[in-house]
């Protein structure tokens, strides 16, 4: 584990619930307007293309607002584990120290600031199609 203090494992930490209870929070908040917009009720529901078109994406894009949310929920509960676990704050690519400051920026950081750089280089083409 890498050498933080207590004191800085501890900001971590509570950064990291705080934001657990945030988007636990933002996540209760989409499914209830979810459940009051009758978006997917209008799917396949309409007689005009452009009105289905229109509620196929509302419903897309609450879908993926959930997804993105519970996506960044897991990789809090994983942190948090490793905190647990005492291992936290070490890079996964190199073993060097990730360092407080990127941790206390991004708390679920998975590598230090130049393997990360390196990762972004490396797969940036990954998720975009080409012809």
Do not use: W
Request: net charge negative; glycine share 6%; proline share 2%.
């Amino acid at each position: 584990m890498a050498q933080l203090t207590d004191e800085q494992l501890a900001q971590i930490k509570a950064k990291l619930q705080r934001r657990y209870l945030e988007l636990l929070e933002e996540v209760r908040g989409e499914l209830e307007r979810s459940g009051d917009q009758h978006y997917a009720d209008l799917v396949g529901g309409v007689a005009d293309p452009g009105d289905d078109s229109v509620a196929d994406m509302l419903v897309d894009v609450n879908a993926t607002l959930v997804d993105r949310q519970i996506s960044e929920m897991r990789e809090i509960e994983a942190a948090l584990k490793r905190l647990a676990d005492l291992d936290f704050g070490d890079c996964i690519e190199c073993g060097g120290e990730i360092g407080f400051e990127r941790l206390m920026a991004y708390p679920t950081a998975r590598r230090c600031i130049r393997c990360q750089a390196l990762h972004e280089k490396t797969y940036m083409h990954e998720n975009n199609p080409t012809l």
